[in-house]
């Protein structure tokens, strides 16, 4: 165990130092993946080339955090200045009624199996954020990761694991047993895990994304989940094919302009946290009591609202932006009256990526299966998993706006944030997987960058704390809990602990997440880029 830090004098030491880099830089969760990036940059590939690339290759080198069958979220900052949101994320069956659902017996819906999927929205994100400015055909761009599909990457320790925690979901998944399993166990370390059919169907999506939807992939992935007991129509599948590309949210902290997904994204939940602490944490000291108190007691009130009363199809979500709303929750924190049984889950397998190109250009994205593995189904012959979002996401709470309802989106976890100055130049981007934990750990890196100063190493090093439980479906009303690293320090933790805090206390690096951050320093002409050490991602530069 490492010694904990005394954060009440400074800043805490990352244990590497931040990448530098003179033109452009990606960073992502696995070498890999960061390779794949850097190489398209260096052969003069721009950085929505290089995020398409990486989001490719981490299908071979993270398989049980994102694919082909999940969602995707991106935010993209031209060299213009404008900023732009892409969502893909899908529906849940036409004929998913809360009385479908009542009829068999359900009080949530299944987080395994073909009632948890939802149509993935990940490849028609992926399909608009080449429209909105690649350089290069999606067929360059996909190759290594159809070249790495065949051959196989390495297992690494995570997926080890992760296969070892659902060994039996996917034992009764024959496609996922052949990919993903040795004689039923799970692969050693270091073995190649091949994927033949899904180095086929990546080959075949890059020559045609819309066949996921509207092609024959959709008629097989449709046809197979109605077989099994899903009441998918087809035309919600189809749907799912149009990405949404809108304008970015905005929000104001330490006098710089902080960017993040509209709904079904929580980004507005980041934007609802930093607004609370605007003005509180700069003269703090850094992750000490007062500091964790007031981020934990404004994560608090964020899941509160969106328990409350958010659902993707209404505006309940813009209220907690409200001055007046800022103003009762910053009393709350201060007179220690926050809300308690709701919060945010740090689990869930998703990764992110980040990447900077020399003319400004910028790239958050982040993709996901929601779980492990997503629902452990497969399309049949085509090694494609899919994503369980529809389970993950959705309640089946009478009257809920988050309620089950055809053609409504299940909220969702996944955003991606970047922080521009008044003259509009980039300052940092980033992003970080680990479900609800995302919108705590995100906040609490803008806050490490803007009140802090911290370099982007330090940002994604900096010891790590949430809320739990959770928006999610499965987690509502557990026993309140305050998730700690232990870096944090016994005077942090017990100054929590007398304020009321439920603090739980885990490992040096157990809070979770991949957090991904490059900033720019404007002043030397330098990108500085930071990976999280609770993964083994790398930040590289050209």
């Not at 998703?350 to 982040?366: F, K, N």
């Amino acid at each position: 165990m490492s010694t904990p830090v005394d954060l009440a004098r400074a800043f805490p030491a990352a244990p590497r130092p931040a990448a530098l880099a003179a033109q452009a830089m990606v960073s992502a969760s696995h070498p890999v993946i960061s390779q794949a990036g850097v190489d398209v940059l260096a052969r003069g590939g721009n950085a929505i080339d290089a995020a398409l690339a990486m989001a490719a290759v981490s299908w071979l080198a993270l398989p049980g955090q994102c694919g082909i069958g999940g969602d995707a979220f991106a935010l993209v900052r031209r060299p213009d200045g404008t900023v732009v949101s892409i969502s893909g994320s899908g529906f849940g069956p036409d004929g998913g009624t809360p009385g479908f659902y009542a009829s068999r017996g359900l009080r949530a819906i299944p987080r395994i199996g073909p009632l948890s999927v939802a149509a993935p929205g990940a490849v028609a994100a992926l399909a608009a954020l080449h429209a909105a400015g690649a350089t290069r055909g999606l067929d360059e761009l996909w190759d290594p990761a159809v070249r790495l599909a065949r051959t196989g990457l390495p297992c690494t320790a995570k997926t080890r694991a992760d296969i070892a925690s659902l060994r039996d979901a996917l034992r009764a998944d024959p496609d996922a047993a052949a990919t993903l399993l040795r004689d039923g166990a799970p692969p050693r370390v270091g073995e190649r895990i091949p994927q033949p059919l899904l180095a086929e169907t990546i080959a075949w999506l890059a020559r045609d994304p819309a066949d996921l939807y509207t092609g024959g992939l959709a008629e097989r992935a449709v046809d197979d989940l109605r077989r099994r007991g899903a009441p998918f129509s087809g035309e919600e599948w189809a749907a799912a094919g149009t990405a949404r590309v809108e304008p970015a949210l905005r929000g104001r902290y330490r006098g710089y302009e902080v960017h993040q997904t509209p709904p079904p994204s929580p980004g507005w939940m980041v934007l609802d946290q930093l607004a609370v602490c605007d003005g509180a944490l700069a003269g703090l000291p850094p992750l000490g009591t007062q500091a964790v108190h007031w981020l934990a007691g404004a994560a608090r009130i964020a899941f509160a609202d969106r328990v409350a009363a958010v659902g993707s199809d209404t505006d309940a979500w813009r209220q907690g932006s409200r001055p007046e709303r800022v103003a009762e929750a910053r009393r709350r924190i201060r007179e220690n009256d926050l809300p308690v049984a709701v919060g945010g889950d740090p689990r869930g397998d998703t990764t992110s990526m980040v990447a900077v190109d020399a003319e400004g250009r910028a790239v958050s994205l982040i993709h996901s299966l929601a779980f492990t593995f997503g629902a452990c189904t497969t399309v049949p012959g085509t090694g494609v998993l899919l994503g369980n979002r529809l389970g993950r996401g959705a309640y089946l709470i009478p009257g809920h706006p988050n309620e089950v309802r055809p053609r409504r989106l299940p909220l969702h976890t996944l955003n991606a944030w970047l922080v521009t100055d008044d003259a509009g130049r980039l300052l940092h981007v980033g992003g970080t997987p680990g479900g609800d934990g995302q919108v705590q750990w995100n906040a609490q890196l803008i806050s490490h960058l803007l009140d802090h100063g911290a370099d982007a190493q330090e940002a994604v090093s900096a010891p790590r704390f949430s809320v739990f439980p959770g928006s999610d479906a499965g987690d509502l009303g557990a026993t309140p809990e305050l998730r700690c690293e232990d870096r944090l320090g016994p005077a942090t933790l017990n100054g929590l602990r007398d304020l009321g805090h439920p603090v739980v206390v885990g490992g040096p690096w157990s809070g979770g997440g991949s957090a991904q951050v490059i900033s720019l320093d404007h002043e030397l002409g330098c990108l500085v880029g930071g990976s999280d050490p609770r993964q083994e991602g790398v930040a590289l530069g050209v």
